[in-house]
C-alpha cells in the first residue's frame, strides 16, 4: 500500500526534486544487495557494522588499484578468487576487441566502461575529459569513435559554457568537483584517446532561463 500511496505523489515528487533518475533508489538497493552478501560471522553490537564497512572499503580499495594501469601481474593473477570473494558486476579490464578492419564504432567499451557515439546513445556519449595534459577537464559529447592503425579515438565536441551571469548552484561548494555547462555545443572538436576520459556526465534541464537554452 506505501508504494501505491507514493504513485499518487509522483507529480509532487518531481516538482521538488526534478527527474526521477536523480533520486531513485535503485543504486541503494543495489548496494544493499552487496552488504548483504558480505560475511558478518553473526557479530552484533557494532562489530557487525565495523565487519561490513571494512569489507566493503577493501573490496573498493582492491577493485582500484586492479584498474590502475600500473597493477602488478602478480595481483591481475588472482583477479578469478577476487571475483569469488567481492562478486565484481563487470570486469574493470574489459574491453571491445579491435576491428578487424579500420572503421567507426557504434560502442566501445574500455576498462570495463561502455561509451557511444551520441547518434547511437546520447547518454554513453557524455563524457567528463582533459582535452590535453595542460588543459582542465571538460565536458563533452562523443560524436564519432574511430579505430586506425595507430589505436582508437574518440572524436568529441565540447559542451559551450553557462552564459554569462547564470546560476551555477555546485559554485558554492568549492571542495565538491561539479559544474553546470550550457547543452548548447562549441564548434570545437577534440581527438582523444579513451584513457584521458574521466567520467561520464548526467544531462539534466536543470535550469531554463531562455527560450533557447538549457544546462548539463
Known amino acids: ?17 526534478g527527474p526521477i533518475i536523480s533520486w531513485w533508489c535503485f543504486p541503494f538497493e543495489r548496494l544493499i544487495g552487496v552488504l548483504q552478501r558480505i560475511k558478518t560471522s553473526d557479530q552484533i553490537g557494532g562489530e557487525l557494522e565495523l565487519t561490513i564497512t571494512n569489507s566493503f572499503m577493501r573490496g573498493a580499495n582492491l577493485w582500484r588499484w ?14 578469478h578468487l577476487f571475483d569469488l570473494a567481492y562478486t565484481p558486476r563487470r570486469d574493470l579490464h574489459e574491453e571491445s576487441a579491435p576491428l578487424t578492419v579500420d572503421g567507426k564504432w557504434a560502442h566501445y567499451t574500455f576498462r570495463g566502461v561502455n ?3 551520441a547518434s547511437t ?3 554513453n556519449s557524455l563524457i567528463l575529459y582533459s582535452p590535453s595534459p595542460e588543459d582542465d577537464p571538460t565536458a563533452g559529447s562523443i560524436q564519432k569513435i574511430v579505430t586506425d592503425s595507430k589505436g582508437t579515438v574518440f572524436l568529441v565536441q565540447r559542451q559551450a559554457p553557462l552564459p554569462t551571469g547564470s546560476f551555477d548552484p555546485f559554485l558554492r561548494y568549492p ?5 553546470l555547462y550550457s547543452s548548447q555545443m562549441e564548434d570545437t572538436m577534440d581527438t582523444i584517446p579513451p584513457d584521458v576520459v574521466l567520467s561520464h556526465c548526467a544531462q539534466f534541464e536543470y535550469l531554463k532561463l531562455f527560450s533557447d537554452t538549457q544546462f548539463v
Open 175 to 179: 571542495h565538491f568537483p561539479a559544474k
Open 115 to 117: 561509451y557511444s557515439r
Open 121 to 123: 546513445h546520447f547518454g
Open 66 to 79: 586492479l584498474n590502475r594501469p600500473d597493477c602488478p601481474d602478480v595481483i591481475k593473477e588472482f583477479k
Open 1 to 17: 500500500m506505501t508504494n501505491i500511496h507514493a504513485a499518487f505523489h509522483i507529480y509532487d515528487f518531481l516538482l521538488l526534486f
